[in-house]
């Protein structure tokens, strides 16, 4: 069974900031084409997708926030952690970890999710 | 930027009904379009992935067709559990896209 859980602070105060960590069970990030993805959803929005891992320490990125995004992987630790710096009350949102898988991007099964809110 | 648009933004729909929601590439993007469903309160789950492949797990009642720029979602025979809000996603290029959803509503 595969399990994702996404950790993290529930508040930030603007221009902090952020790191989350995925921890998950039932599949290793060193298999071939499997990754571990972060998307959020800002209240009331669609789904954004944030930042990608992949087994061969493929790192992709959302380019409208690359410059603020650093997703690294822990194989051993069956671990991945996506920081986001300088952040603004617009980036409030739920945010989720999701295994994906290569080449066609997308993701399942997900993490329940963790609300981030950002206010001073 | 690759825009995905997503139709209708809401449905009505009973019990039984077939129902199919359209997905629109503004560019080609081969088979690289997957479609999730999300109830409130759950994860988002992963329904189809490569235009037409059913994620394990996912019931036969759900399919999905096309290639390059249009794709579809069919529901067979809708049941209850399924009303919620579906998405599609493209893993072509650049931002991954997802969109705004149709909201399956019980009519």
Redesign the interface.
Known sequence: QITLKESGPTLVKPTQTLTLTCTFSGFSLSTTAVGVGWIRQPPGKALEWLALVYWDDDQRYNPSLKSRLTITKDTSKNQVVLTMTNMDSVDTATYYCARSTYPYNCFGPWGQGTLVTVSS | ?IQLTQSPSSLSASVGDRVTITCRASQSISS?L?W?QHIPG?????LI??ASTL?SGVPSRFSGSGSGTDFTLTISRLQPEDFATY?C?Q??S????????TKLEIK
């Open positions: 930027d690289y997957n999730y759950k994860a988002p789950k992963l992935y490569g994620q998405y996603q893993g072509y650049g931002a991954y896209t997802f969109v705004q959803g």
